[in-house]
């Protein structure tokens, strides 16, 4: 049973289409977050939401538009998505405090043509 | 300039060698430190947490220099599985803030 499961794990799309990508984590964490994982592999977080609500926004372009229902959840989704949105996408979790450590989703590897 | 900074590398070691990875950051409010591993077109996985007392998991050893803001990780016999990127993390704000370095590549040969 996968700690934290991303869907779908691939996805190519054509520039100036809207996606999405789902994450669920089914360890009971309260904090939930998006990172994007670039070209150079450079992992850059995105989003952080604890108990649902949105704590961290990295100067994110609002096209990205997260959504928490529960806190089980934390979905991602992606307006007009252009060329440099390619890259790969991981979701992770964690309970809040300083010492605890994130486990994260397989990654969703988006392409955009 | 990037909060946390690592040598990218590659570093290419023979099997048995000691070879060690350092790592900076520049926010003083950083408050907890870790080491991850990432494979090739995988997740990033926990490797072990950064004390200021150092700490040792097997072959792996892990220091924090809290005054010198360095973390450093030293693997000694290294093996071909040590093959991987390691990432040096630092969290903040309360523990929200999960921030990576870019990454150090090692090769590890027969």
């Known amino acids: 049973d996968t700690a934290v499961s991303q869907t779908p794990k691939y996805l190519v799309t054509q520039m100036g289409n809207d996606k999405s990508i789902k994450c669920e984590q089914n360890?009971?964490?309260?904090?939930m977050y998006w990172y994007k994982q670039d070209s150079k592999k450079f992992l850059k977080i995105m989003f952080s939401?604890?108990?649902?609500?949105?704590?961290i926004n990295e100067t994110v372009p609002n096209r990205f538009s997260p959504k928490s229902p529960d806190k089980a959840h934390l979905n991602l989704h992606i307006n007009s998505l252009e060329l440099g949105d390619s890259a790969v996408y991981f979701c992770?979790?964690?309970?809040?405090?300083?010492?605890?450590?994130?486990?994260f989703g397989a990654g969703s590897r988006l392409t955009v043509l | 300039r990037k909060e946390v900074e690592q040598d990218p590398g590659p570093f290419n070691v023979p099997e048995g060698a000691t070879v060690a990875f350092n790592c900076t950051y520049s926010?003083?409010?950083?408050?907890?430190f870790f080491w991850y591993r990432q494979d090739c077109r995988k997740e990033p996985k926990l490797l072990m947490s950064?004390?200021?007392s150092g700490n040792e998991d097997g072959r792996f050893t892990a220091q924090l220099n809290r005054a010198s803001q360095y973390i450093s990780l030293l693997i000694r016999d290294s093996k071909l599985s040590d093959s991987a990127t390691y990432l040096c993390?630092?969290?903040?704000?309360?523990?929200?803030?999960?921030?990576f370095g870019a990454g150090t590549r090692l090769f590890v040969k027969a």
């Open positions: 992770a979790s964690s309970q809040s405090g300083r010492d605890n450590v994130l486990t």
């Open positions: 360890l009971g964490h309260d904090t």
């Open positions: 939401y604890n108990n649902k609500e949105l704590i």
């Open positions: 926010n003083s409010a950083s408050q907890s």
């Open positions: 950064v004390y200021s």
């Open positions: 993390v630092v969290k903040r704000d309360g523990g929200f803030k999960t921030i």
